[in-house]
């Protein structure tokens, strides 16, 4: 896990040594282990590499070809000014040596990389390519990348198991060739106003060097319709993501061509199939198991996440199955008992810490809490926002945020978590009302009756609450728009927005409803835009800023391992929604492993906390602070009188715009 960011220029366009090394700079706590530059003269044809102040002293004049041997802090006025600028910051995970040293490059340094995550199928692709004559220097993943693209081109990222934003410099090619994974778990965000292309891996380092307008259009999309990352467009005008699953391939002359690579279309391909459930959760077992396996390659110490949920106990049976095989042959950092951690509290209502005493009943492992409290919310919010660089949806993101940070606190580099299992086995409530509702569509009573009759009678689900949920769907895509007037009027959620700001963007429910229409009848559908699109992609922002503060590296192998989701994106809608429960299919592969209390739990929580709670108490010692803020979007004349109906996405907003 590292950052990368670099300047490009077109049409002849010298760039300026001073803003890359100010981009660098502040993405040092995504890679405190080394630092590296690479410049590249059109004119000339001629590469340079740097060092910085945080390169290791090992590092440089050594023997092999991207060894830097020249300080890019000193001396640099008297340096020409280039047409390319690359920056690197390393967190060193493998192979800890010099030679992993950014930006790499192949024997002939025609091909130079900086590469942001992890290529974890790295060992069996080297094999290959050492089969067809490559030649490696290092034992990094990054390397990898390095001779694949040289093997392959850019049909390299098919090859790639893992979790990927990265940009090579072609020198043959005279082309930049970036690229980001499949889920968007790593960040890639750009400008391109047409004289240059500017990229990094997070937005900070874009405002480094450039002032960026707030994006009016994402912040209604955030308040209005609670939506965030469900476009190429980010909260700063003219900075864009990378979507995932995408390459760009920038010339010099200021082409830029973006080409997908991976088509997320083919969930419920399967759906008329008859299958075995027994058969698949056994295949998607072992999936898991090596998917868990491979996320498993570190010379760091690794530890995992644990809620106490279905999905990261599974990912802790599985390690401890794992490490009790006896293969520790594949550079293990698990020394002595897998490390897990927790956010817990007080109030039994968000509490989920008696599901790790549970699973700890039948697992070793070393089990770490912390316990959020309002007054640290009070004082971290502020930090938090900046972390995130955009809005977020709660403060659950702050439970996130403390988990991190207590695993660094206890020595971990890597981490292991949960997210995109929600998405892809269909984990939320919602999706059994999308299974409900499709059942109808299809003219498939049977299904429904038998779907109601198990939420009923094993999982305990209330009549009234099944009711509300298949009226709710519906409601949405329908009448939409009514929805947004009664909220306005009834909930007031809406009144705090500014008249005209709310209503110059109001045509946005018209698009929004349209999309709610095209998944309201498929679960598979639902699935597909949910896991492809924004929710996913939201859950991995968070997920990687938080890490990457701490200067981990967050490992995710429901969301990004290709092989587990070939398998699991086909199968038909009753193998993820069967007999009142969601994620089934995932139920019944972990059930060996899991205690039934897990397994079959009843409930459904994820990092939850008491918002509302901290939200008065926020209120309560920072009013006056909230009052004085100035918005463009909201009325803070409105909030002062009715302050007791504020909401997160509010409080978020108003420091954001004063602190962005």
């Avoid at 490696?136 to 990222?157: L, M, N, P, Q």
């Avoid at 912390?370 to 977020?392: A, H, M, N, S």
């Avoid at 929710?535 to 981990?552: C, G, P, T, V, W």
């Amino acid at each position: 896990m590292c950052g990368i960011c670099g300047l490009v220029g077109f049409n002849g366009k010298k760039q300026d040594y001073l803003k890359i090394l100010k981009m660098n700079s502040t993405l040092k706590h995504r890679g405190p282990d080394d630092e590296g530059y690479l410049s590249f003269d059109l004119d000339k044809n001629q590469t340079e590499i740097y060092f910085g102040n945080d390169t290791p002293q090992e590092t440089i004049g050594r023997d092999f070809l991207y060894s830097p041997s020249k300080s890019l802090v000193q001396g640099k006025e008297n340096l020409p000014n280039p047409i390319l600028l690359f920056g690197h910051r390393r967190l060193s995970i493998i192979d800890l040596s010099p030679l992993g040293h950014q930006p790499m490059c192949n024997e002939n340094g025609t091909i130079w990389l900086i590469f942001n995550g992890e290529i974890y199928n790295y060992i069996e692709l080297k094999a290959e390519l050492l089969e067809k004559g490559h030649t490696f220097v290092s034992k990094t993943d990054a390397e990898t990348i390095v001779h694949s693209y040289e093997e392959w081109g850019e049909r390299c990222v098919e090859k790639f198991n893992g979790m990927w934003a990265f940009a090579i410099l072609d020198l043959k090619k005279k082309a930049i060739f970036c690229s980001r994974d499949r889920s968007g778990v790593k960040p890639f965000y750009y400008f391109n106003d047409k004289k240059e292309f500017v990229f990094a891996s997070e937005i900070r380092a874009l405002k480094a060097i450039r002032d960026f307008n707030h994006n009016e259009k994402i912040v209604w999309d955030y308040l209005v319709l609670r939506k965030t990352n469900h476009t190429e467009e980010t909260f700063y005008k003219e900075i864009y993501e990378l979507p995932p699953a995408h390459n760009i391939i920038v010339n010099f002359d200021g082409i830029l061509t973006i080409r997908k690579y991976w088509e997320c279309d083919y969930f419920g391909k399967q759906e008329e199939k008859i299958v075995s459930i027994n058969e698949e959760a056994n295949e998607i077992s072992k999936l898991i198991e090596e998917s868990i396996r491979i996320r498993l390659r570190s010379d760091v110490a690794i530890g995992s996440c644990l809620s106490g949920g279905l999905d990261s106990s599974t990912i802790v049976a599985n390690v401890n199955r794992i490490l009790s095989d006896g293969n520790q042959h594949q550079n293990f950092q698990l020394k002595n008992l897998q490390k897990t951690f927790t956010a817990a509290y007080n109030n039994k209502k968000y509490d989920e810490s008696r599901f790790v005493e549970i699973l700890k009943s039948k697992y070793q492992f070393d089990s770490k809490f912390v316990y959020p409290q309002k007054e640290e919310f009070l004082d971290d919010v502020g930090k938090l926002i900046q972390v995130q660089e955009e809005p977020f949806s709660s403060t659950s993101v702050y439970a996130q945020y403390r988990v991190m940070k207590l695993a660094r606190e206890n020595g971990i580099t890597v981490l292991l978590d949960g997210q995109g299992a929600d998405e892809l086995f269909g984990g939320y409530l919602n999706y059994f009302n999308n299974y409900l509702i499709q059942s109808i569509s299809k003219f498939k009573p049977q299904i429904f009756s038998k779907e109601i009759y198990y939420a009923i009678s094993k999982r305990g689900v209330s009549p009234l609450s099944i009711f509300k949920g298949l009226l709710k769907e519906p409601i949405k895509a329908f009448f939409l728009n009514d929805t947004v007037n009664i909220r306005k009027r009834i909930f007031k959620e809406p009144r705090f927005i500014k008249k005209d700001f709310f209503n110059d963007y109001r045509k946005e429910v018209y698009t929004e409803a349209q999309e709610l229409k095209k998944t309201l009848f498929s679960l598979n559908k639902k699935l597909q835009s949910d896991f492809c699109g924004g929710q996913l992609r939201a859950l991995l922002r968070y997920e990687d800023k938080n890490s990457m503060a701490f200067s981990i590296e967050s490992r995710t192998p429901f969301a990004d391992d290709i092989n587990l989701i070939d398998r699991v994106v086909s199968l038909p809608s009753y193998c993820k929604i069967s007999c009142g429960w969601q994620k089934f299919i995932l139920r019944k592969a972990s059930e060996k492993l899991l205690p039934k209390e897990i397994c079959w739990r009843k409930d459904k929580m994820g990092f939850e906390t008491p918002e509302r709670e901290w939200i008065q108490y926020f209120l309560q010692q920072n009013a006056s602070a909230i009052y004085d803020l100035k918005s463009k979007f909201l009325d803070t004349e409105k909030i002062k009188k009715e302050n007791s109906l504020i909401n997160w996405k509010h409080i978020n907003i108003l420091f954001w715009e004063n602190i962005s």
